[in-house]
């Protein structure tokens, strides 16, 4: 697991590779993350945005961005956390992730930026 703070917000990434939705010889590799997003600050925030960086081990890069994550825009209170799952593909067996999620603070309306500190998506056998 990887973790990061920023602005009093910690965001925590865990990675599991799906082998069940994997289809190696067309190049098609899936990997799940779950993402804890935690408020350690004093103030309710709301996520509104995400923005991803994606690499592929052959050099590929992919952004995406969007409104909130998975569907949603959820505010977190204090000491309260957001945990979501998602998916990404790769055309290989090895890559990266990070990013930036907008929150806005609910007291002052101010927008600021978390990172979505960089994890690795790869297949286990790589690891023998």
Not at 75 to 95: A, K, Q, W
Request: proline content about 5%; glycine content about 8%; some cysteine.
């Amino acid at each position: 697991m990887v973790a990061q703070i920023t602005e009093g917000v910690k965001v925590s990434v865990e990675t599991i590779y799906q082998p069940e939705y994997s289809n190696p010889a067309n190049e098609h590799f899936m990997f799940a993350y779950k993402i804890q997003i935690e408020n350690l600050g004093n103030y309710a925030v709301q996520l509104l945005r995400r923005h991803w960086q994606i690499f592929d081990s052959n050099g590929t890069k992919r952004e995406v961005e969007g409104e909130g994550v998975v569907g949603l825009q959820p505010v977190i209170e204090p000491g309260e956390f957001h945990e979501y799952v998602s998916g990404c593909n790769l055309r290989t067996d090895m890559g990266t992730m990070q990013g930036a999620y907008q929150m806005k603070r609910l007291v002052d309306d101010e927008i600021f930026d978390v990172s979505i500190p960089e994890f690795s998506l790869i297949a286990p056998y790589k690891l023998n």
